[in-house]
T-cell receptor
Framework: NAGVTQTPKFQVLKTGQSMTLQCAQDMNHNSMYWYRQDPGMGLRLIYYSASEGTTDKGEVPNGYNVSRLNKREFSLRLESAAPSQTSVYFCASSESDLLSPVGTSTYEQYFGPGTRLTVT | GEDVEQSLFLSVREGDSSVINCTYTDSSSTYLYWYKQEPGAGLQLLTY?????DMKQDQRLTVLLNKKDKHLSLRIADTQTGDSAIYFC??????????FGRGTSLIVHP
């Protein structure tokens, strides 16, 4: 049981380049999330997927796209990277009461180890 | 909208107790959480409290919840250098999108 895995761990991009951050979870969770973490800003939600087949914008979606490929995988794409997107990116997953009765889960989020992205 | 506030830094001496405070605005939260983030790692759940509880104790950790004031605290007894980390308060549960505070950096001096 690997939990939440993310690839790559580190990446350096030039302005204008594109890349996809990969995330997978093996806990059969319905909900998945992408966050960015910047010093003094805490965690900011970029996009989330409440269940397979749905995605929604979070607090800071501009410049990003996502794909919920299947229940396990949720990818984040930067089409044209900008220096402002230099950050640490975390994927997370959780159970939700969409399919689990209330009281059977604490709905905590499980986080991946993060991808450290630098855009020059 | 929902908001979770916590102070950014706390410095304590090894062996002392640490108290990290948090205030939140959404009274419909089912759970309130404390996550710990060690350097270079993702967040990991430390403990949680259900919204109908006032207190929860788990070894060196004590969580206090004051629903009337929407105030949550995490007390770490006998703080060790290994407790140095960023601690995030969060509220959510069920189909709610959780809201995180900005994190409190706990620095433990020998």
């Amino acid at each position: 049981n690997a939990g939440v895995t993310q690839t790559p761990k580190f990446q350096v991009l030039k302005t204008g380049q594109s890349m996809t951050l990969q995330c997978a979870q093996d806990m059969n969770h319905n909900s998945m999330y992408w966050y960015r973490q910047d010093p003094g800003m805490g965690l900011r939600l970029i996009y989330y997927s409440a269940s397979e087949g749905t995605t929604d914008k979070g607090e800071v979606p501009n410049g990003y796209n996502v794909s919920r490929l299947n229940k396990r995988e949720f990818s984040l794409r930067l089409e044209s990277a900008a220096p402002s997107q230099t950050s640490v990116y975390f994927c997370a997953s959780s159970e939700s009461d969409l399919l689990s009765p209330v009281g059977t889960s604490t709905y905590e989020q499980y986080f991946g180890p993060g991808t450290r992205l630098t855009v020059t | 909208g929902e908001d979770v506030e916590q102070s950014l830094f706390l410095s304590v001496r090894e062996g002392d107790s640490s108290v990290i405070n948090c205030t939140y605005t959404d009274s419909s939260s089912t759970y309130l959480y404390w996550y710990k983030q060690e350097p270079g790692a993702g967040l990991q759940l430390l403990t949680y409290i259900f919204s109908n509880m006032d207190m929860k104790q788990d070894q060196r950790l004590t969580v206090l919840l004051n629903k009337k004031d929407k105030h949550l605290s995490l007390r770490i007894a006998d703080t060790q250098t290994g407790d140095s980390a960023i601690y995030f308060c969060a509220e959510g549960g069920g189909s709610y999108i959780p809201t995180f505070g900005r994190g409190t950096s706990l620095i433990v001096h020998p």
